[in-house]
Structures are given as structure tokens and as C-alpha cells.
């Protein structure tokens, strides 16, 4: 099945934005990985905003852009949040917390360390009665997250919003998982019409999957190994080039995710 992609949301050092990042993608303009501000998640309530994670409004920010770009209603959309790790600043805060001899642990903080807190909070800000998903599958958290969004939309033939997610990891659970830079992306796709600003098709293929998906920048290629969000730069190059491509993301060592790109006005 054809599928659209209505709207993306960009997050990371020295891409704030999808309109700044598709530049740098598209090597229009030089990659230079300044610090990132403070995410915008407007849409959430002022009492959920303050007790938010970084993660959560990490994840917001991206869904927001992505959202406002398609021009749908967030109320009307079902979601998918992928992360590999979720809340690991949350976790390293109650490890820390626990390591005391009181071992109290705020309430605010346990309810934040749950994986679908992102999703959980979009909900609320979005007063949404549709499905949402939260999966995690290591490294390959993105491509799977794609894979399930593109199934909802094929098979319930609605428009389906896409937020994958990491953030860095803090010392010393960083010696286990070594993600050193945030990243967030969003990507609301839906079923094609001739209006479709982007259209792609999917399908998944055995095959080895090493070594797919490098890119030829080789700054930008580290931040791809070092963050599994980022797995997604390949797919985002692809569009912010424009043209018609071919997209191969690597899942779960012994697949592939094949992407057939159709020419994007995004």
C-alpha cells in the first residue's frame, strides 16, 4: 500500500526543527551541533508541563511539529512512541534514590519511570480516545516503530503518528547503554491521495542487516550509531533530498525494513 507523510518533527543538536535539519540533510547547509533548547511542549497543561520528564518533552516537542505540519487534528490521530530506552534519567534518579537508607521515592517520579509516560502525557495534552502504542526494541526501536505505524495505517486506513525517541543516558548506567545525545523525531503519515505532499511504500524483507543505513557524513553517521532514534537519518536524508530513493533500515539483525521513497515536497 502507498502511504503519505503529512508532517515531521525534528529534535537534536544543530537540528532544531525539521526546516533547519532538512537543510543540513540535504547538504545545503553545514552541520554544526550546537546545544538544543529548551523543547516546547505548549501543548501540554501547565501542571503536567512542570512535572514532565525531559524525555516526555522531548518526545511532545517532535509530535507537536510533526502534527501542525500535517494539519490534522492530534485528537483524531492514534500514536506510536518507540524508545529504546524510555525514561532512563527517571531510572537513574530512583536508583540513586533507592541507594539511600530512607529509600523514598516521589510519587511524580515512580509515575514517570513507566515506558509509555511520553504517550501518557500526549494523551492528556490532547484529550485523545485513540490507540497508542509503546514499544522499545533495542537499537532498532525506530525501525520497529515505523513497521507498526505503517501496519496501523494500512490496516485501519487512518492517519498514524510516529514519535521515536533517546535521550542520553546519565554516568554510570552510561557504561551499559552509551547513548551520549538526545534525539527526537516524529513522522504523521496517513493513506495517499494526489495531494500528498510525500508518498513511500513499505515492506519488510529477510536479509542481513549489517551495515545498512550508513550515512557518508561521518559526524552525522556517529550520531546514527550512537542513538538508536537516529537510526532514522537515512529515511530523513532521503527526504529532505527529495528525490526518489530507496531506503533500507536494519531490524532485528536478520531483517530488513525497505523503503520505497516516491518525490517529496516536505
Request: net charge negative; aromatic share 4%.
Amino acid at each position: 500500500m502507498e502511504m503519505a507523510i503529512r508532517g515531521l518533527g525534528l529534535l537534536a543538536p544543530g537540528l532544531n526543527g525539521w526546516d533547519a535539519g532538512r537543510a543540513v540533510l540535504a547538504g545545503l547547509s553545514p552541520f554544526q551541533p550546537d546545544a538544543v533548547p529548551e523543547p516546547d511542549a505548549a501543548i501540554l497543561p501547565p501542571n503536567e508541563r512542570r512535572r514532565s520528564s525531559d524525555c516526555v518533552r522531548w518526545a511532545v516537542h517532535v509530535a507537536q511539529e510533526a502534527m501542525a505540519q500535517s494539519g490534522l487534528d492530534p485528537g483524531d490521530v492514534p500514536t506510536v512512541f518507540a524508545s529504546s530506552g524510555g525514561e532512563m534519567g527517571v531510572f537513574d534518579k530512583l536508583c540513586r534514590t533507592l541507594a539511600h537508607p530512607e529509600r523514598t521515592v516521589s510519587p511524580t517520579l515512580f509515575h514517570q519511570s513507566v515506558h509509555n509516560a511520553a504517550a501518557g502525557y500526549w494523551g492528556i495534552a490532547t484529550a485523545s480516545q485513540q490507540s497508542s502504542t509503546a514499544l522499545s526494541c533495542y537499537d532498532d526501536s525506530f525501525a520497529a516503530g515505523l513497521l507498526e505505524a505503517v501496519t496501523l495505517v494500512c490496516v485501519e486506513r487512518c492517519p498514524v503518528l510516529l514519535v521515536a525517541y533517546d535521550l542520553a543516558v546519565p554516568v554510570p548506567l552510561s557504561q551499559a547503554r552509551p547513548i551520549t545525545t538526545g534525539f527526537a523525531v516524529a513522522l504523521v503519515m496517513a493513506p495517499s491521495t494526489d495531494e500528498s505532499p510525500a508518498v513511500m511504500q513499505v515492506r519488510l524483507e529477510e536479509g542481513d542487516a549489517v551495515g545498512t543505513g550508513g550515512l557518508a557524513d561521518p559526524v552525522l553517521e556517529r550520531i546514527r550509531q550512537s542513538n538508536p532514534a537516529a537510526r532514522s537519518f537515512p529515511l530523513l536524508s532521503a527526504i529532505a533530498t527529495g528525490g526518489e530513493r530507496i531506503v533500507r533500515l536494519g531490524l532485528l539483525e536478520s531483517q530488513q525494513l525497505v523503503i520505497e521513497l516516491g518525490p517529496c515536497r516536505l
